[in-house]
């Protein structure tokens, strides 16, 4: 319905009717509704108890999309690194922007205390023998090295007859 007077009177009541239709809607169409006849006839009129209305249920957690992705938003933090400052990350940038060089060359990797190769350490003395402070390893390279008794024809091989050494053939190099 709509209504181009420009009374305001008469705006105010179609609000007010529409709202009063809104809100008694479902309710007075199930109560306007005539009950079915049994064949009883009522006896005058009786007090009826008033309708009691029941607690509303304990809510049960919904299994739903926007459940699961309240449940994830919830364990965001803990899943997510932290953030760095603005000095943090300029500190990071500069350190990618720094020119660097690649260099060649073959440095044997000396064993960690964990026994794994050192390779930075390697890296490092390819980059220094060649001018540069300090470097990181861009290709290495592994070779096994054995004894000369596995070369006898018929010599029985052991588990420390041979090494597997590991090389830096080339590093990236900063100042």
Known sequence: MMV?????????????????LLLAGPGRAQSAAPAPSLGL???GPQATP????????????????????????????????PLKSPSETMNDLSRMAKPSTMVSGRVACPASVNGAPDCRQ?????????????????????AEKCSAKVLIP????????CRTDTFVTSALCQN
């Open 154 to 161: 018929g010599w029985p091989r052991k588990p420390d007859d």
């Open 50 to 81: 008033p309708p009691s209305t029941p607690a509303p249920p304990a809510r049960e957690e919904n299994p739903g999309l926007i459940n699961e992705m309240g449940k994830l938003f919830d364990r965001l933090p803990s899943i997510l690194p």
């Open 122 to 142: 390697a890296a490092d003395q390819l980059c220094q023998s060649n001018g540069y402070r300090e470097g990181r390893s861009l290709n290495a390279d592994s």
């Open 41 to 43: 006839q009522e006896a």
């Open 4 to 20: 181009r007077s420009g009374n305001p009177v008469t705006r105010l009541g179609v609000l007010a009717t529409a709202v009063l």
